[in-house]
């Protein structure tokens, strides 16, 4: 089973920027695609962006584009989230998700990732 743990969260004004990473655990098979999802107090977890693995082909949602983006270094063990410009209604717990070790395509539905992190709280304030 595969082991996600989340950095670099923490609280920044309007306008200011954060950078997360999620380093995954070493397996016979890292070629599952990964991304990242945040969940709001009182909403839904929604998908914030993903990355191939097999390739460096992200998603990134239309609520997010242009100021989010995803990567993953040479190492393939570790993604990051760049956020910039942050508002207040990116305030939420962050979580990496990676699917399961055969599964490379990049997906926005919460149900096709089988390993989750225990999230990171990012919280934007004016």
């Known amino acids: 089973q595969v082991q996600l743990v989340e950095y670099g969260g923490g609280w920044v004004q309007t306008g200011g920027s954060l950078r997360l990473s999620c380093v995954a655990s070493e397996g016979t098979d890292s070629n599952y695609a990964m991304g990242w999802f945040r969940q709001a107090s009182g909403k839904e977890r929604e998908f914030v962006g993903g990355?191939?693995?097999?390739?460096?082909?992200?998603m990134i949602p239309d609520s997010v584009r242009g100021r989010f983006t995803i990567s993953r270094d040479g190492a393939k063990n570790t993604i990051y989230l760049q956020m910039d410009s942050l508002k207040p209604e990116d305030t939420a717990v962050y979580y990496c998700?990676?699917?399961?070790?055969?599964?490379?395509?990049?997906?926005?539905?919460?149900?096709?990732?089988?390993?989750w992190g225990q999230g990171t709280q990012v919280t934007v304030s004016s």
């Open positions: 990355i191939s693995g097999r390739s460096d082909r992200t």
């Open positions: 998700a990676a699917r399961s070790s055969r599964s490379v395509a990049v997906t926005s539905t919460l149900i096709s990732y089988a390993y």
